[in-house]
């Protein structure tokens, strides 16, 4: 797993496309994730209304959002993390989903990375930060419990 550091060392456009060739030559995947999450940007991987490539008994379900980082040697990026806030928060405001329902890819029992997305981000943890961002994105509308 490359650190957030790394990710700066390729362009932008040039990263999506080492990913694209990753994902299609190598682990010859169909699509990829939905979005990474970075520091810079969220960047859209494969379109929203298209199923990903991500996680085993998540891929025909939700959305793939890769946040970038080791996350199980690195602390948790404020940036990151502030990005994802925005991208989850959207995406569970869009989608009606209560952020209680979401699952991290270490959850998931099909799968090998069973330390994704990292010791050092803790599901209880995400799950506060997107309730606050959809609170602060919508006041009243999202009260905790209170979406299906």
């Known amino acids: ?4 550091a790394d990710w700066h060392k390729v362009p932008g456009a040039q990263r999506m496309q080492n990913l694209q060739a990753y994902y299609r030559d190598t682990q010859h995947w169909s ?7 970075a520091d810079d940007l969220i960047w859209v991987f494969t379109p929203l209304d298209t199923l990903g490539v991500h996680s085993p008994s998540w891929n025909a379900i939700s ?3 890769e946040l970038v980082g080791d996350y199980s040697t690195e602390p948790f990026s404020p940036q990151v993390r ?3 806030a925005s991208a989850l928060a959207s995406l569970h405001a869009l989608a009606g989903i209560d952020p209680d329902n979401l699952k991290l890819h270490k959850e998931d029992p099909k799968t ?13 943890d995400v ?3 997107v309730t606050a961002a959809l609170a602060d994105r919508f006041p009243g509308d ?6 299906a």
């Open 1 to 4: 797993m490359p650190k957030l």
């Open 127 to 129: 799950v506060a930060f």
């Open 112 to 124: 090998t990375h069973r330390n994704c997305p990292g010791l050092n981000i803790v599901r209880n």
């Open 142 to 147: 999202h009260e905790p419990g209170a979406v």
């Open 31 to 37: 699509a990829g994730p939905h979005l990474f999450v």
């Open 63 to 65: 959305w793939g959002v």
């Open 82 to 84: 502030s990005n994802a």
